[in-house]
């Protein structure tokens, strides 16, 4: 890539899971991107991905708009609001998800009026559509909010398209991928004789990889869609049934069992259950981001990007 046409990027959330996929997106492309960073042990990470670590609280506008001028940066993606769109989201990542969407959101757009030239890519959530009975809707199809996380995410939308800063959102299928907490903790619970966890399986929902989320940033980031909405979500969707069954049957457990209601959830070692896990069917069609952007995903259903996700684990075992 010409120097002419490398983008410096600023990611938020930069260390979870979307943010750190997004980082690494980006520098495959040859783009440079900083992201905030809260210990050492972070910034080793965001180093390790050819990422600039900075040090900032990314909800105060005066931070960010120091390390944007200090960086160079002139993209903004707030991929910190994806921190709760997984398949089970913890009470810790919904109440983060949640201040981003709020804070973060106001904190960008303040920075951002301060830049020349901005553009933001805001990571947003495609089961704002409630339950589509099965129907792969578009962008046009209304929202519906309902719950404190989808409240904010329409109220982010809302304040980032009003605002007149040039902004392109992206709403994202339920993520999975190597960088998973959830998925990973899951693995070890069922690798220890816990069964699927009830409740949750029924609701059909579209899929996204990591990978495929990040280089729909990158074409976003890239091609300036100024003011378009986006659904970015793999071909085939499928129950959260389908995905754990699916899930354990590559980890070789043909048959996996289901636990009491709760009891699997209770064994995760997560920082705090979630109150309320996302059960409503939806299913998003992507011709709009396809047509514009030209995206397609790497990984077009779940069982192949499971695969990828489990290989992944295993070479970074066996490398120590």
């Known amino acids: ?73 002139r993209v903004i993606v707030h991929a910190a609001p994806l921190a709760a769109n997984c398949l089970l989201p913890d009470a810790g990542q919904l109440a983060s998800a949640i201040a981003s969407l709020r804070s973060g959101t106001e904190a960008i757009l303040a920075a951002a009026a301060q830049m020349e030239d ?21 962008e046009t199809q209304e929202t519906t909010g309902g719950g404190a996380l989808h ?40 690798l220890k004789g816990a069964g699927l966890p009830s409740g949750i399986g029924e609701g059909l929902a579209s899929w996204l990889h990591y990978e495929d989320l990040a280089l729909a940033a990158v074409l976003s980031a890239e091609k300036g869609p100024t003011g378009q909405v986006f659904n970015v979500a793999d071909d085939q969707p499928a129950t959260r049934r389908e995905f754990l069954e699916h899930f354990a049957q590559r980890m070789g457990l043909a048959s996996p069992k289901t636990g009491r209601p709760g009891a699997t959830l209770r064994r995760l070692p997560f920082r705090g259950r979630a109150g309320d896990l996302p059960t409503a069917s939806f299913a998003v069609n992507c011709d709009a981001i396809h047509a514009a952007l030209g995206w397609w995903p790497q990984y077009a259903g779940h ?4 695969e990828q996700t489990l290989l992944t684990w295993r070479a970074a075992a066996a490398r120590g």
């Open 1 to 73: 890539m010409d120097a002419d046409d490398r983008l410096k990027v600023y990611i938020t959330g930069a260390t979870m899971a979307p943010g750190l996929a997004t980082m690494r997106g980006f520098v495959a492309h040859d783009h440079e991107v900083a992201g905030n960073a809260a210990t050492l042990a972070e910034a080793q990470r965001l180093r390790a991905v050819g990422g600039l670590p900075v040090y900032i609280d990314e909800h105060n506008a005066v931070d960010l708009a120091g390390a944007l001028r200090m960086t160079g940066a």
């Open 303 to 306: 069982e192949s990007g499971l």
């Open 151 to 190: 409240e904010a995410a329409l109220a982010a939308e809302r304040k980032v398209l009003e605002s007149g800063v040039p902004v392109c959102i992206l709403r994202a299928g339920l993520l999975y991928g190597p960088e998973s907490e959830s998925l990973a903790a899951l693995r070890a619970s069922l």
């Open 118 to 138: 901005p553009f933001v890519v805001l990571y947003s959530y495609a089961s704002l559509y409630g339950d589509t009975q099965g129907e792969a809707v578009g």
